[in-house]
Every structure is written in C-alpha cells, then in structure tokens.
C-alpha cells in the first residue's frame, strides 16, 4: 500500500466533519446523541474541526484504486428535463460505459440510480455503506442465482455522485483517503461502517463541482491485494457558503462489478 500523503498543505479549508464514536464512549466530552437515533442506534456523535483538501489541486493522482475515490467527467442533459421521473435507462448506459472504462471491470450491473434534492437531505456524518461482511451479503442476494459466479473472484460495489441542474455550493462531498484510515476508525453499524475520529485522516473534496463532472467511489472491494477497498465519505458545511444560494441537487447510482 502507498505511504500516507504529506499531511501539510496550504491549499485547504477548515470545517466539521461528524465522526462517530461507540455507545460505550458516549460519557466523553464533545460526544452527542445523533438525531436519527433508528439510523444509527448503537452509536453516537462527536464533531470534529478537520482540513479538507482541494482535490484537484492536492491529490496528484486520481486513482480509484489508491485513494478509494477519483473524478471523471461525464455530460448528459437527462436531468434538464421537469419530467419528475425521466427515462434513466440512457443515462444508465452512460454510466455504465464510463464505470467499465474507467475500473477495467468485465461487468457492471446497475443496483440503484436516485436524485437527491431538497427532499432528501445528504447526509452529515462520515460513514461508508457497506462494511465488511455486508458487502459480500448484498452482492450474492444481487445476484440471485448467478450468485455462484462470485466465488473466487474479484467484485466490487461502486458509487457515483453528480451535481444535477446548478454546480454545488451548499453541503459538498468530502472523501477521505483510503490510505489514511486504519482499521480501529471503522465502526461496524446496520451493515456499514461508521467512522471513529483519527487525526491523520486526509479530507478531501472538489470545490463548485460542475454538472458536467462526477465522483466514482467505492463502498466496497472484495480485493485484499492493498487496494483501497472503500471510500469513507460524507457532506458538509462549507464556512464561505453564501446564505442564499440553493439546496444542493445530484444524481447518484449504485453498482456491482464484477472482474
């Protein structure tokens, strides 16, 4: 595995990123009840003030397999249109071209494509979807009875994110670099992993993301090979946020690949 980036850098804003802490820690200053309490039932939060990185002027090298994350450009108009549920399956073919290009997977097969808007709030706490025996569970019940074809093979379970309509402003995406997390900050939960606070975490995000630009991360890799095989990630509050600017909009999918 890569050595940890230099952790000294100019080119950085300051803000919270919610970490998580066990229910047995939950005495500890800082630490507070969350509010979806049925979300994440055994665990609690605490704020903690971290540098979050430019991505495309700090992060050298955009590579899914060494940071857990990477920026790629895709264009489409799919969501220009007032239709309030458009045609997907385009934009699925698209995405699926980009993902097969991109991770040099032999199959992608489409689990979910959403929009996230001002009726689905993002999400404020670090966390990655999928933990380590969750993963596997829910590519062999994607499967069905191909689930057999998994055996001794390589898989993935990959995400997308894509500013929809306006560039975001408001609760961008931050993601930390996989080779920064070691495994006490995973916080097995529900089938996830919650993130405990690590000073030499490496936030990162990409400031005014454009419609025209999308994240591919990952949530989870079968592969143990040093690859990075998640993407802990999570939105949050700017600090130059202007107050009038609007809720953020964005496309996200769900896949599994298989190589």
């Known amino acids: ?44 939060n605490e704020d903690r003030m971290m540098s979050i990185f430019d991505a495309r002027c700090e992060l050298a090298e955009q590579d899914i397999d060494r940071t857990g994350f990477e920026l790629a450009s895709l264009n489409t108009d799919i969501w220009e249109t007032d239709d309030k549920r458009p045609d997907l399956s385009g934009y699925a073919q698209e995405l699926r071209q980009l993902i097969v290009t991109r991770t040099k997977a032999v199959e992608a097969l489409a689990l979910s494509i959403v929009r996230r808007g001002e009726k689905r709030s993002p999400l404020l706490f670090a966390h990655n979807d999928f933990n380590f025996d969750h993963g596997p569970e829910h590519a062999h019940a994607v499967m069905g009875e191909r689930a057999g074809e998994l055996d001794g093979r390589r898989f993935a379970i990959l995400q997308t994110w894509q ?11 931050a993601f930390c670099d996989a080779r920064t997390i070691q495994k006490d900050d995973l916080i097995p939960e529900k089938g996830t992993f ?16 454009r419609t025209e630009e999308i994240v591919l991360f990952k949530t989870f890799d ?18 130059d946020t202007p107050p009038d600017v609007p809720a953020r909009q964005s496309a996200e999918s769900r896949w599994l690949l298989l190589f």
């Open 163 to 173: 500013p929809i309509r306006t560039p975001i402003h408001r609760h961008p995406l």
């Open 222 to 239: 079968s592969a143990t090979d040093g690859r990075a095989r998640y993407a802990p990630h999570g939105s949050f509050e700017h600090p």
């Open 194 to 209: 919650m993130i405990a606070f690590n000073p030499h975490h490496r936030w990162y995000y990409y400031p005014e993301m």
């Open 1 to 44: 595995m890569s050595s940890t980036p230099d952790m000294e850098s100019p080119k950085a804003i300051q803000a919270t990123i919610t970490y998580s802490v066990s229910a047995d820690q939950c005495h500890q200053p800082g630490v507070y009840e969350p509010e979806n309490r049925k979300r994440t039932p055994t665990v609690w």
